[in-house]
């Protein structure tokens, strides 16, 4: 059974410094998504990552996937208090559509 | 932009009670899903249906649970008998399929089930 990992569960920031979330899951995959999800809301896709080595940021947010690993990365810079929200990385096995989600990181950014 | 849309966004309903949830996916998406919140913990898996079947199911989705896309637009969940725990965000998401894998699966606004 495939089981993704996230830590730190919550994580408490202050405006302006940079942090990284990790998503560790536990079998081979092709895909690997990060999503956000702000309080009572929908869940918004921020990245798709296909493969190793595979780097997409946008704005202060970056994703990287390293499969050898079965790790991925989302590394925030400069952060700012519309990032606060919840962020969960889904894992999607070889032959397979079924989004296997993390954890959860609730991230909170203090002014 | 195209968005999956979930009716309704909240359902009470007692303990017992039968429930549909409605969903109308991306018009051209193949692949549907459910998938369930319970408040504050993670996102889980429910059901995917492609070609008007079930392709694959948790265990979560007993002989309690059931979909159908019942016309070429809507996706339906129902829960025929419902119990306490079932009371949870639920939601639809839609995708065109592997062959498109840099999509990633769209999402709707959920339905909050509470169940009294």
């Known amino acids: 059974e495939l089981k993704v990992e996230q830590n730190p569960l919550f994580l408490s920031m202050q405006e302006g410094k940079n942090y990284t979330i990790y998503c560790n899951y536990s079998t081979t995959s092709d895909r690997l998504y990060w999503y956000r999800q702000d309080p009572g809301k929908s869940l918004e896709s921020l990245f798709v990552l296909l493969s190793n080595g595979a780097v997409k940021q946008e704005g202060r947010l970056m994703a990287s996937l390293d499969t050898k690993a079965r790790l991925s990365t989302l590394h925030i810079t400069a952060a700012v208090h519309d990032l606060s929200a919840t962020y969960f990385c889904a894992v999607v096995p070889f032959g397979n559509e079924k989004l296997t989600f993390g954890t959860g990181t609730r991230l909170t950014i203090i002014p | 932009e195209p968005e999956v849309t979930q009716t309704p966004s909240h359902q009470v309903t007692q303990m017992g009670q039968e429930v549909i949830l409605r969903c109308v996916p991306i018009?051209?998406?193949?692949?549907f899903y459910w998938y369930r919140q319970i408040l504050g913990q993670k996102v889980e898996f429910l059901v995917s249906?492609?070609?008007?079947?079930?392709?694959?199911k948790s265990e979560i989705f007993d002989d309690q649970f059931s979909v159908e896309r019942p016309d070429g637009s809507n996706f339906t969940l129902k829960i025929r008998s419902t119990k306490l725990e079932d009371s949870a965000m639920y939601f639809c998401a839609s995708t065109r399929g592997s062959g498109f894998s840099n999509q990633p699966q769209q999402f709707g606004d959920g339905t909050r089930l509470s169940i009294l």
């Open positions: 018009s051209n998406h193949l692949y």
């Open positions: 249906f492609y070609n008007n079947e079930i392709s694959e």
